[in-house]
């Protein structure tokens, strides 16, 4: 059953591309509804600063279609939220093939990468395909071994280090440095560092949002539309 299911999310991997949005309405709230219409059924309200994962834009419609709970789909009209890229954006102070520094105001971010080593890891495999590292199911891979893995993850706030806890980026893998974007919401003083990483097949997103140099909330999940 778990080689079917890895097989299915290979396949679906090639259709999708997900972006996340923050909710922003007069209101205060968002309503998520079943169809792309006023009049259809409410299935949630959201309130404004959420992060919500914009599962696809609809073609010639003002609706988005949004993923408000894990597999919970719903429309919200599309000047409602506004995508994370495009809050004000934030160069790298440093790039390499296996690093990437961010410096902002009282915020550094520094993010290694290393080869992937099995030696290291406990490899669970139906067949010949691995679907779980040390335990933990993945993203970033398509059942082989990934090409690398985080060495570090962290954040220093008006230079003091900031614990960022194992299992915001230890499951991730294949991590190009290059993909990661940073974004700065003024409003809500928060920042966005966020990206689409990939072996080639295995397409996943990954958000982390950041306050005060702590991660509030943190997603990551397979793109099914890319």
Do not use: C
Not at 194 to 210: L, M, P, R
């Amino acid at each position: 059953m778990r080689k079917i299911l890895l097989l299915l999310i290979v396949f679906h991997s090639y259709f999708v591309h997900a972006q996340f949005g923050i909710v922003q309405d007069k209101d205060g709230f968002v309503n998520v509804r079943e169809e792309e219409n006023t009049t259809s059924k409410i299935l949630q309200k959201i309130n404004n600063g959420t992060v919500l994962a914009i599962d696809q834009e609809v073609d010639n419609s003002q609706w988005v279609l949004v993923e408000y709970e894990p597999e919970a789909n719903g429309y919200v009209f599309h000047d409602r939220i506004k995508k994370v890229e495009d809050f004000q954006s934030i160069d790298a102070a440093k790039l390499t093939n296996n690093s990437v520094n961010f410096e902002i105001n009282d915020l550094k971010i520094l993010i290694e990468t290393k080869k992937f080593d099995k030696k290291n890891h406990i490899i669970t495999k139906e067949g010949n395909l691995i679907y779980a590292i040390d335990g933990e199911e993945i993203l970033g891979t398509d059942g082989i071994l990934p090409q690398n893995e985080y060495q570090s993850f962290k954040i220093y706030y008006k230079d003091n280090l900031v614990k960022v806890p194992d299992n915001f980026y230890k499951k991730l893998y294949n991590i190009e440095t290059k993909k990661f974007r940073l974004t700065y919401n003024k409003d809500s003083n928060q920042y966005y560092l966020f990206g689409t990483f990939s072996d080639g097949a295995a397409t996943y997103d990954a958000i982390w949002v950041i306050q005060e140099g702590r991660i509030i909330k943190h997603i990551a999940q397979i793109n099914f539309y890319a």
